[in-house]
């Protein structure tokens, strides 16, 4: 079973809406929880970063919420635009590991216009 | 800004030839990490280098090896490819330093083609 589930698996939002993906995680012990990018064909960006002491983290229009008692975070997109269609993923790392990390399935979202 | 250099971008081999990847790290980064994602899947670990030294081991195959080198670029090595082998191979940097919270960046990736 994989560690790191993801939810939706897929999503389709019109440009300039608000979007929320959800990553549920059982790895431990837990170290930092990072969320990336992911276009087709091309290596994922870094969005954030969170460690556990973090509960949240913005870049952008890109805030990342972490809930380390309740081993959930999510991802919320505000004013989604054309370029936001992307593959978003959430991966969690352990602390007795390095650079080990625990990939989620990833969630499509495509802007419409 | 400079990125992480991958290379070659493609690659197509036959089965059980030998295939050797390539990362150029961002410069001052000192730790090296590889990836490799099959189609439609999620990218799975493979190896990890610090100051040129394995740091971590991930789902790596014995028919790979990989090291990393003086100038901290790093080569994957792959031996008698098989079909499964067919996936796009990311190479990632980050500075870590004697921390653990570190940002990786990626680079652009390799597809191989395995025939």
């Known amino acids: 079973k994989n560690q790191v589930e993801q939810s939706p698996q897929s999503l389709i939002i019109l440009e300039g809406k608000n979007c929320t993906l959800q990553c549920n995680y059982t790895v431990s012990p837990f170290s930092n929880l990072r969320w990336y990018k992911q276009d087709t064909g091309r290596g994922p960006v870094s969005l954030t970063i969170m460690t556990f002491s973090e509960n949240t983290k913005s870049n952008g229009r890109y805030t990342a919420t972490l809930d380390a008692d309740t081993k959930q975070s999510s991802l919320h997109i505000t004013a989604s635009q054309l370029s936001d269609s992307a593959s978003y993923i959430c991966?969690?790392?352990?602390?007795?590991?390095?650079?080990?990390?625990?990939f989620g399935a990833g969630t499509q979202v495509v802007v419409t216009p | 800004a400079a990125g992480v250099i991958q290379s070659p971008r493609h690659l197509i081999k036959e089965k059980r030839e030998t295939a050797t990847l390539k990362c150029y790290p961002i410069?001052?980064?000192?730790?090296v990490y590889w990836y490799q994602q099959g189609p439609g899947q999620d990218p799975q670990f493979l190896i990890s280098?610090?100051?040129?030294?394995?740091?971590d081991k991930g789902s790596i195959p014995d028919r790979f090896s990989a090291q990393q080198f003086s100038d901290y670029h790093s080569e994957l090595n792959m031996s008698s490819l098989e079909l499964g082998d067919s996936a796009l191979y990311f190479c990632?940097?980050?500075?870590?330093?004697?921390?653990?919270?570190?940002?990786?960046?990626f680079g652009p990736g390799t597809r191989l083609t395995v025939l």
């Open positions: 991966v969690v790392s352990q602390t007795d590991s390095w650079g080990k990390f625990q």
């Open positions: 990632a940097s980050s500075l870590v330093g004697t921390r653990r919270s570190d940002t990786q960046y």
């Open positions: 410069p001052r980064h000192d730790t």
């Open positions: 280098f610090y100051e040129k030294m394995q740091s």
